[in-house]
């Protein structure tokens, strides 16, 4: 008599993930919609209890990924391969490349790119004089260290362990309770993963809220500029519609026919922005200071990684490292599903070092140029960006640098083309992913649902209006604050559980030679 071969349950929704996130979304929505007042109050006074408490515990946070990262990359584990032992990369690396760059830090560099430096010249760190020399040489420094290696070890830190379940142990899962099994009790177990996954898709709102925050605006400014139509809530939420509508249309066509497709163009127009500014820009200024920046930032890494000011109590370490710190940490459960998700075929070595190493070389070249540009611009009193950032704020301050460029309605179409497909790609990897959570038994060959990345694309459109209608910086900046706290023990739990996958599948490894399980493991 033959046996017969089991067959393998299929992907089905995961309902009480998807309608207590849900739910939750929708909530917090209205509260902003018909509370603008009261939401932006309870925001701001949540997150600076949290900074105020939780500061110097999120800028240790924030430097652990690196050892970590560098202990899984150059440690005897980090010839451990993603996949079968001659299995090729999935994606060719510059599309490898576009897409994390893209779907993670590529849309908010173009809002704080041309924009941060002016708040730091006017509010400089450790107790420097407003707008003097050495405000400006920090002002260019101090985005390349919030934007650099740090947050990409962040990112890096949950997608080694995502991508070893999915093409090591090749479980059918895109969930993180799943990397988190090692650290989870056996009694309660389905209970604390259903938390864990909820709280993964808040922290996941919450970053790419903070991003919709930014960008709205941004992108609104420009087609002011472009176009003359009138700067108001209706613009910003005809904007919203029509990002909407792209990043929809992205997800429901999923991976290699939508979102590959949008990085690889992302990609492409950033290096033209970036070559067009260095060339018929200020170019031995851009030169000159970016490299002054180097050396400042390696001469004073470890003094403003763990900077917290306690005695002046300027605010400065709580208003921009932690809150970037909580920002990319409330990102991090995404970036790793998405980078984990596309890392098949690469070992880990590879993924640690593509992702912090080409990441953070991707953000310092940009903003080494774009804010150097600025600053110059500043500083020769050839456009007065600081008066333009307090009158007007950053959004309008981008669209005048812009504008300040040779041929400008040429640069301001392909800045605004940019801005709109880079936000898009960042959104339908969010809906992509947010869909993948609240699915169960999700082969990493197989995507979510239709009409489950199509719901997420279109709640993510919803929480971008409450935004708008709620309105201000510090609402926006909240929202990752409060949203990243309990993302940070469920990253820790991860790290344990590869930890212990690792040390159990592999436990005589030298790292020489590239290593493979030829077995799942269940």
């Known amino acids: 008599m033959s046996e017969t071969t089991p067959v393998a349950p299929q992907p089905h929704l995961d309902k009480k993930v998807f309608s207590i996130s849900l739910l939750s979304l929708i909530a917090v929505s209205a509260f902003m ?14 997150r600076d ?15 652990l990924p690196l050892t970590f990262a560098g ?24 599309s490898w490349v576009a897409m994390m760059f893209t779907a993670s830090m590529g849309a908010s560099l173009i809002a704080w790119g041309f924009a941060e430096p002016i708040f730091y010249i006017e509010t400089p760190p450790m107790g420097l004089e407003p707008n003097s020399a050495a405000a400006f040489e920090w002002a260019h420094m101090y985005p390349l260290f919030h934007w650099g290696v740090v947050p990409w070890a962040i990112y890096c830190l949950p997608s080694v362990p995502i991508a070893y379940m999915l093409f090591v142990r090749r479980k059918p899962s895109l969930k993180i309770s799943d ?18 996954d909820v709280f993964v898709m808040i922290g996941i709102v919450g970053g790419v809220a903070t991003s919709l925050g930014f960008g709205v605006p941004l992108v609104s400014s420009l087609a002011v500029a472009l ?24 997800a429901y066509l999923g991976l290699k026919r939508g979102i590959k497709v949008l990085a690889d163009l992302n990609l492409g127009l950033m290096f033209f922005v970036m070559a067009f500014i260095l060339v018929l820009g200020p170019t031995v200024y ?19 990684s763990f900077w917290t000011d306690p005695i002046s109590r300027s605010g400065f370490p709580e208003a921009w490292t932690i809150f970037y710190w909580a920002w990319w940490i409330a990102y991090a459960p995404m970036m790793g599903l998405f980078f984990g998700r596309i890392s098949r075929g690469r070992t880990i070595r590879q993924v640690v070092v593509g992702i912090i190493g080409l990441g953070a070389l991707g953000t310092f070249l940009f903003l080494s140029i774009a804010g150097a540009y600025v600053l110059h611009l500043e500083s020769n009193d050839l456009l007065a960006a600081a008066e333009i950032m307090r009158d007007e704020g950053m959004a309008p301050l981008v669209a005048a640098v812009i504008g300040s460029l040779p041929y400008p309605t040429f640069i301001m179409t392909v800045v605004t083309v940019l801005s709109v497909v880079f936000y898009a790609t960042t959104f339908d990897s969010a809906a992509y992913i947010l869909a993948s959570v609240c699915t169960n038994d999700l082969p990493s060959n197989r995507e979510p649902h239709k009409l489950n990345r199509l719901a997420w694309a279109l709640a993510l459109g919803v929480i971008a209006i409450g935004l708008m209608v709620a309105g201000g910086i510090e609402t926006i900046k909240a929202m990752s604050v409060v949203s990243s706290l309990p993302i940070i023990p469920i990253v820790f739990m991860m790290c344990y559980t590869v930890y212990k996958h690792l040390n159990n599948d592999f436990p005589h490894l030298n790292s020489k030679r590239v290593h493979a399980l030829e077995r799942p493991i269940r």
């Open 33 to 46: 919609v018909l509370e603008p007042d009261a939401s932006v109050e309870w925001a701001v006074a949540a």
């Open 179 to 196: 990397s988190c099994e090692a650290a989870i009790a056996r009694r309660g177990n389905r209970a604390m993963r259903t938390t864990i």
């Open 227 to 250: 176009l003359g139509v009138p700067d108001n809530l209706v613009t910003q939420i005809g904007v919203i519609i029509l990002w909407t509508a792209i990043f929809a249309t992205s």
């Open 71 to 94: 202990w899984l990359a150059f440690g005897r584990f980090g010839q451990v391969k993603f996949g079968a032992r001659d299995e090729k990369p999935e994606y060719s690396t510059v």
């Open 286 to 304: 851009i030169l000159s200071i970016s490299t002054n920046s180097l050396g400042l930032m390696m001469d004073n890494f470890f003094r403003i």
């Open 49 to 63: 209890w949290i900074t105020h408490q939780f500061g110097w515990f999120y800028l240790f946070t924030g430097v």
